[in-house]
């Protein structure tokens, strides 16, 4: 049939040859030209089907006042239909085929655009082009449907789903399908067998439905697979169930608001990111579970997920650098880190969490937990001290100070830990966090730091002070989380010398005496004196403890009588009279004239004497770290 006289019929021919109100209805025919529509009015409907045609089937700015009907039908140089208006559906379908652009820019449909079991096929360039169309209906590349170029839905309008489940798209340049900025107020299907080697791209799209993948593969040599950048999809979005992707899969800055579900699916790519997220919003959950497998980095960088982050069952594979990356994301449920197949390298910096459940044996060496932010840790979660100081050890060698001179330490993990395991009402785990954080601190260098601009020597003289300072604070006091430990050393500094004033205040030492001079001159107790004539013959004449002051007999009773326990928990409280310290002192011989000698006495009176000044400066000292450690425990408390 030659083209010319099919357009007469198509237009419902003249009164002479006039066309049945059902329209044109051809089967099997072979069309020879181009079939030129332009522009025409078709006022009822184009059945052509099986047909081949040997030229292109021109149509732009047609309408057709009806159905168009293509099944079966063979278009060797395709179809040019930019701004067609058709009243019904058009149906590309069972068998058709075209091995030239099929075009439709701007078109309108008033039905379904059926193309499943349809094939497009093209050398170079669109296979099928789409963009800036109008479909009131379904949207169908499924049933094997095939092309063999870039398929072009830009900017379209569906107002049914568009369904590609085992469709297969192909382009060996360019990207396979491309579906930028298109609205979609159904789902979108790619799955069940759905392949496509190629770039899907759905930047900007909207879909009001859920976007399902389930089982779909999607390959390219290099780049992204998919590239979903700022796309909004109302429902979930799903790539679980057997599905594969090789190459990046992105979907920068979308909004999801239901779930992205991706248990059981694989992203591979060589190297670079196998799933990008980042600043995406999905209001429901997040899954990683049940065999998920990502051979490359996943990232979630400024994500917001409104619900749970699962990462249960799962598997992360890079070859260098973080496996995941979270940071600066938001997770109002749960994230669940367990149960993984091998320790993952994360990057959770500055993430925030309501609740975390994770396993200490899931992360991996160098993770970043700086900025990491949490509320409690939920579930079977550990909170073992030593299991959670093994965790915050995990850290890069630069994040825990061991690495140029401690300048990268990081505290805020050590010290969100600390705070978390408190709330919780694990205080004696978090006391052991602080102990840890504390010597952390030590070994990263960071005690008795120095304003920038210091001089080296006092900076030195500074740090050596302030690290000497700490040491014993930790030593005597476990860095103020175990005053206890003070008041024990407190105590056992008071019995030690308590036993050595007795021991020096016996003879033969005689080294304590009374400080009243009323007593310590007067000739009643000249016997008592150490040393003295009158001890002498005291002792000549057998009388007993003559020349000690401590076992004196003739002292008169209204004197304190000397209790070398009492006398030295007088000095070692500050701020305490039990009488002791002003009754009694050291004897000590007239100072020397020379300082160096002095200096290096070593008389039991200097002995005395020295244990005083040091048991006094104890004491100060204890009484000052104990009330400073009272006072900073309640205000953290407060806090």
């Not at 550990?382 to 915050?392: C, E, I, K, V």
Request: charged share 20%; hydrophobic share 40%.
């Amino acid at each position: 049939m030659r083209a010319p006289f099919l357009r007469f019929l198509l237009l419902g021919g003249d009164e002479q040859a006039p066309v049945h109100e059902q329209g044109v209805q051809l089967a099997g025919a072979f069309v020879e030209g181009q079939l030129d529509l332009g522009g025409c009015r078709i006022p009822h409907n184009m059945d052509l089907k099986h047909c081949r045609f040997t030229d292109l089937l021109f149509a732009q700015d047609a309408r057709v006042q009806g159905l168009i009907t293509l099944q079966g039908s063979y278009l060797t140089q395709g179809i040019n239909a930019d701004r067609l208006q058709c009243d019904g559906g058009l149906s590309l379908r069972n068998g058709f085929k075209a091995t030239g652009e099929v075009r439709l820019l701007g078109a309108q449909i008033g039905g379904n655009l059926s193309c499943g079991g349809g094939q497009f096929e093209v050398k170079g360039g669109d296979a099928l082009s789409f963009d800036r169309a109008v479909v009131k209906g379904d949207v169908f590349f499924n049933n094997s449907f095939k092309a063999s170029g870039q398929v072009r839905l830009l900017g379209a309008q569906i107002s049914g789903n568009m369904e590609c489940s085992s469709g297969r798209f192909e382009s060996r340049e360019g990207d396979a399908l491309s579906f930028d900025r298109a609205v979609v107020k159904g789902d979108v299907f790619f799955d069940a067998g759905f392949k496509a080697f190629g770039k899907v791209r759905l930047i900007g799209a909207h879909i009001s439905g859920n976007m399902e993948c389930s089982g779909a593969q999607f390959e390219v040599k290099e780049g992204e697979a998919i590239s979903a950048d700022g796309a909004m999809v109302e429902g979930d979005v799903f790539f679980n169930g057997g599905f594969r992707a090789i190459g990046e899969v992105r979907l920068l800055g979308a909004l999801i608001s239901g779930n992205l579900d991706c248990r059981g699916g694989k992203f591979e790519v060589q190297e670079g990111d196998a799933l990008s997220f980042d600043r995406a919003v999905v209001k429901g959950g997040v899954f990683f579970i049940n065999d998920f497998k990502a051979t490359g980095k996943v990232r979630l960088l400024g994500a917001q997920i409104g619900g749970n982050l699962a990462c249960r069952g799962g598997q992360f594979d890079v070859k260098e650098g973080d496996a995941l990356s979270v940071d600066g994301a938001t997770v109002e449920g749960v994230w669940h880190f367990r149960g993984l197949e091998r320790p993952v390298r994360v990057n959770a910096s500055h993430l925030q969490v309501a609740v975390l459940i994770d396993a200490i044996e899931s992360w991996a060496e160098g993770s970043v937990l700086d900025g990491l932010r949490y509320g409690t840790l939920g579930g079977d979660a550990p909170t073992r001290a030593t299991a959670r100081l093994h965790w915050l050890r995990k850290q890069g060698a630069g994040h825990l100070g061991m690495a140029d001179g401690g300048e990268d330490f990081r505290p805020q993990p050590w010290r969100q830990l600390q705070r978390v395991l408190r709330d919780m009402g694990h205080v004696e785990e978090a006391r052991q966090v602080g102990i840890a954080f504390e010597q952390q601190l030590r070994k990263a260098g960071r005690i008795g730091g120095t304003a920038p601009g210091t001089w080296k020597l006092p900076a030195k003289g500074k740090r050596a002070v302030a690290h000497v300072g700490h040491g014993l604070f930790g030593l005597l006091a476990g860095y103020g989380y175990r005053p206890m430990r003070l008041m024990g050393w407190m105590v056992l500094v008071w019995l030690i010398c308590a036993v050595f004033y007795w021991r020096l205040a016996l003879p033969p030492n005689n080294a304590i005496g009374p400080s009243d001079p009323l007593v310590f001159q007067n000739e009643r107790y000249a016997h008592c004196v150490p040393g003295s004539p009158a001890a002498a013959a005291a002792a000549a004449s057998g009388a007993p403890h003559a020349g000690n002051w401590y076992l004196c007999g003739p002292l008169p009773a209204e004197y304190s009588t000397f209790s070398p326990w009492v006398y030295s928990l007088d000095i070692i409280l500050p701020l305490v009279d039990l009488g002791q310290e002003k009754a009694w002192g050291p004897l000590v011989p007239t100072p020397q004239q020379d300082a160096w000698n002095e200096w290096l006495a070593r008389s039991h009176g200097h002995k005395v004497r020295w244990l005083i000044w040091f048991e006094t400066l104890f004491g100060w000292i204890g009484s000052l770290l104990l009330v400073g450690i009272v006072s900073g425990i309640a205000r953290r408390t407060e806090e």
